[in-house]
């Protein structure tokens, strides 16, 4: 068996993605610059000022925006977050996921969220998973973003344990390439043409299978 399961956050246990596009489209809206569906996939699992970069560079006049604008601007797109994330409950957790999360701690393996959100320990809270969570890696503690390995490894070092024994779970190729690089068990959320680095690939959550991932984690280690 693996020793740890480390869970992206937006994504793979609730879909706060939607929550993250409202927010950035209100704030792009404020500085008269449009923004739609297909621009936002490129913001998912992407921290907020890294975000925001992403958006300003729609609009070459805002480039020369000073620091403190950007601050000032990111933090209200946090507000807006902020206030929509207030609805937040259990009906938000993603079909399959509470599920898994049982079997896992039923089997004393450790469990850790791997997410780039500064709300992350927040969202979890108000989606009333907090006591499946032994460590939460979330903005505070990464220095590199996912696809920098960095989130992962900080999780399986709290923990002691080797790369090998972890295995990960995200929705973005950006997560999953970061899960790779740690030497990790990876699995993939999504679709094959997005995430066809994945070690194993389920198309939702609900196929998300804790006896499928151990046996498919066991077949690529033996
Ligand atoms: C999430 C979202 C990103 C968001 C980031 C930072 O990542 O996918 O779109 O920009 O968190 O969120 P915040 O503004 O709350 O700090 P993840 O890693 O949970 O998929
Ligand atoms: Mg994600």
Same mark, same amino acid.
């Given at each position: 068996? +693996?020793?740890?399961?480390?869970?992206?956050?937006?994504?793979?246990?609730?879909?706060?993605?939607?929550?993250?596009?409202?927010?950035?489209? #209100?704030?792009?809206?404020?500085?008269?610059?449009?923004?739609?569906?297909?621009?936002?996939?490129?913001? #998912?699992?992407?921290?907020?000022?890294?975000?925001?970069?992403?958006?300003?560079?729609?609009?070459?006049?805002?480039?020369?925006?000073?620091?403190?604008?950007?601050?000032? =601007?990111?933090? #209200?797109?946090?507000?807006?977050?902020?206030?929509?994330?207030?609805?937040?409950?259990?009906?938000?957790?993603?079909?399959?996921?509470?599920?898994? =999360?049982?079997?896992?701690?039923?089997? %004393? !393996?450790?469990?850790?969220?791997?997410?780039?959100?500064? %709300?992350?320990?927040?969202?979890? *809270?108000?989606?009333?998973?907090?006591?499946?969570?032994?460590?939460?890696?979330?903005?505070?503690?990464?220095? #590199?973003?996912? +696809?920098?390995?960095?989130?992962?490894? !900080?999780?399986?070092?709290?923990?002691?344990? +080797?790369?090998?024994?972890?295995?990960? !779970?995200?929705?973005?190729?950006?997560?999953?390439?970061? !899960?790779?690089?740690?030497?990790?068990?990876?699995?993939?959320?999504?679709?094959?043409?997005?995430?066809?680095?994945?070690?194993?690939?389920?198309?939702?959550?609900?196929?998300?299978?804790?006896?499928?991932?151990?046996? *498919?984690?066991?077949?690529?280690?033996?």
């Amino acid at each position: 068996y +693996p020793k740890v399961f480390i869970f992206d956050l937006d994504g793979v246990i609730t879909d706060t993605a939607e929550l993250h596009y409202l927010a950035w489209k #209100k704030l792009a809206e404020g500085i008269n610059i449009s923004f739609d569906k297909q621009f936002n996939e490129r913001l #998912k699992g992407i921290s907020r000022m890294e975000s925001l970069e992403l958006i300003l560079q729609l609009d070459t006049s805002l480039l020369k925006l000073d620091n403190e604008q950007k601050v000032k =601007l990111a933090n #209200k797109k946090n507000e807006y977050y902020l206030e929509l994330a207030e609805t937040i409950n259990k009906e938000d957790v993603l079909p399959g996921v509470e599920d898994l =999360l049982k079997h896992i701690k039923k089997q %004393n !393996i450790k469990i850790a969220l791997g997410s780039a959100s500064e %709300n992350a320990k927040n969202v979890v *809270k108000k989606l009333g998973l907090s006591s499946y969570f032994d460590y939460i890696v979330d903005a505070s503690k990464v220095k #590199k973003g996912k +696809p920098d390995p960095e989130t992962f490894i !900080i999780a399986a070092d709290y923990f002691g344990i +080797p790369y090998k024994e972890c295995i990960g !779970i995200e929705d973005a190729a950006a997560g999953i390439e970061a !899960i790779n690089k740690a030497n990790m068990f990876s699995v993939g959320v999504g679709s094959v043409e997005n995430l066809s680095q994945a070690n194993y690939l389920v198309e939702d959550t609900s196929k998300l299978n804790f006896e499928e991932i151990i046996k *498919k984690y066991s077949d690529k280690n033996s």
